[in-house]
């Protein structure tokens, strides 16, 4: 064992923790690590010792706790749920009074407040910090969301602002160029403290949701691209490239250029046209709109994204349903370019809707559970290393640097003038797509929101009507008072009294 002691530790050595292992150690900080299986460590260590920080392998969990510095700095980077807390109650024993666990998986928020609050008991500070980026971004500079108490952050900020990804302050551009042992320098670190014990976790989950509703977004405009205007791949990889360049900027728009773009090496066809249509998920985005629904939040796009993923998982069904369900047999006449142009404002209006709903689920949430989130600053977090990278997103930050009490982006004068500017595309394209049956789910839940949150009176004033009616669940006037409830007593047997 080396003389001095390490200046943090991890614990999981899958993709994800090596790479945040190395990223770390590029920093120039001494690193434990340790595996369950032995020979996984002692092969990376073997394969990385001249990391300028330093790399040390850990054969048992007494040794590589025993080779921390104190407070002890501890990343848990295993499968979130059971595994993270055998992880946990197997440090406990080993550990003193003030040290770090740090959990860097996907953690459900609520599984995170109840080990913030046992370990607090034991006098062991916890920090659940969501981690963006996927291998990339773990490699070479993540988007960071720590919550817990603001003592254990500090201690964990200098290493946290280190490994993070880094902006241009000025433009707000990812700083990019890292390569192993040559980390990025200077700029704005993507990470600050978010709030208090679940918080982290939570701001990643809803970054997850609307990760699945910028996703199934740029899918749409695929399809309608291909089915409805008969283009090629190579033909779309050039106009998503194209977006790149405008208000559409981002890692995803980015990526799906290259894959439109690829080739499949096996047959030489285009790789994606190879790609069975079934999409996996790992529940962040369910948990998003199982949340939505649980605070009373409207954030049905995100919630349609996940649909969309479990339709395309039922493919054999879909495959005998095709030779059944027919729809309209029409052929686009219009004007192809200015349809892509429409396109692109459909796409970027539902993206602006889309993160409203997020930004909104996180404002109730931090009432729920009594947190102080910077919205702002959040956004900004999220500017490099995650997946949702994109420049529309120091608008956000700029929004809420306008107004700190925003209740809803759609209010804000720049994302306000977008949708004015915009929406008279955003309209033909969904009701094109309906028209010649392209399902645009996340485009048209989108609108609806929208229609919606700009009606001063919605028709569930009927709704609330039919409820009093068949079971007596009182109703408000509009010539009342909010918060008076009256009842109607409706007709015997249960129904009007229509004279004929």
């Not at 080993?94 to 370990?119: C, F, M, Q, S, V």
Request: proline fraction near 5%.
């Amino acid at each position: 064992m080396s003389e001095t002691k390490s200046d943090i530790g991890l614990i999981g050595l899958a993709v994800m923790g090596q790479n945040l292992a190395l990223n770390i150690a590029d920093h120039g900080f001494k690193i434990s690590v340790y595996n369950r299986t032995t020979a996984t460590m002692s092969k990376f260590v073997a394969e990385n010792s001249d990391t300028p920080g330093g790399l040390v392998g850990q054969e048992t969990l007494d040794e590589f706790v025993q080779s921390l510095s104190s407070p002890r700095k501890i990343v848990i980077m295993v499968k979130a749920g059971g595994p993270t807390d055998a992880v946990i109650n197997g440090l406990v024993p080993l550990l003193d009074n003030g040290d770090i666990i740090i959990d860097g998986g996907n953690a459900k928020w609520t599984d995170t407040i109840r080990r913030e609050n046992d370990l607090s008991e034991k006098e062991i500070r916890f920090v659940g910090s969501g981690v963006s980026g996927g291998e990339e971004g773990a490699r070479f500079g993540p988007s960071l969301m720590p919550g817990g108490k603001i003592d254990a952050w500090n201690e964990l900020k200098p290493i946290w602002k280190a490994i993070a990804a880094k902006i241009d302050p000025e433009s707000g551009k990812p700083l990019e160029g890292a390569s192993p042992g040559k980390p990025i320098e200077g700029g704005y670190s993507c990470t600050e403290y978010v709030g208090s014990d679940g918080a982290g976790h939570y701001v990643k989950m809803v970054h997850n949701g609307i990760e699945y509703g910028d996703m199934q977004m740029i899918c749409e405009a695929y399809d309608l691209m291909k089915n409805l205007l008969g283009m090629t791949p190579s033909e779309m990889g050039e106009v998503f490239a194209k977006w790149n360049e405008g208000v559409l900027d981002s890692f995803l728009i980015e990526i799906t250029a290259d894959i439109l773009k690829q080739k499949d090496p096996e047959t030489g066809k285009d790789f994606v046209d190879i790609v069975l249509d079934t999409a996996g998920q790992k529940g962040t985005g369910k948990w998003t709109s199982t949340n939505a629904l649980d605070m009373g939040i409207p954030a049905p796009t995100v919630a349609e994204a996940v649909f969309a993923r479990c339709s395309s998982a039922i493919k054999d069904e879909r495959r005998e349903a095709a030779k059944i369900l027919k729809g309209p047999e029409l052929k686009f006449s219009g004007d192809r370019d200015e349809f892509i142009n429409a396109i692109q404002d459909a796409l970027y209006c539902s993206k602006i809707c889309s993160y409203a709903q997020g930004f909104q689920l996180m404002n109730a949430a931090q009432d729920e559970y009594s947190w102080k989130l910077n919205f702002g600053e959040i956004a900004q977090i999220w500017r490099g290393g995650c997946i949702i990278r994109a420049a529309f997103l120091q608008k956000i930050t700029g929004a809420y640097a306008n107004n700190p009490k925003l209740a809803n982006l759609l209010l804000d004068p720049y994302f306000n003038n977008a949708i004015q500017n915009s929406q008279t595309n955003w309209r033909k394209v969904v009701a094109t797509s309906a028209e010649y049956g392209v399902a645009t789910p996340t485009f048209s839940s989108a609108l609806s929101y929208y229609d919606s949150y700009r009606s001063e009176r919605l028709p569930q004033n009927l709704l609330q009507a039919q409820r009093d009616y068949f079971g007596a669940h009182t109703y408000e006037r509009v010539d009342k008072e909010r918060g008076k409830f009256f009842h109607l007593d409706w007709p015997e047997p249960n129904r009007p009294q229509i004279e004929i």
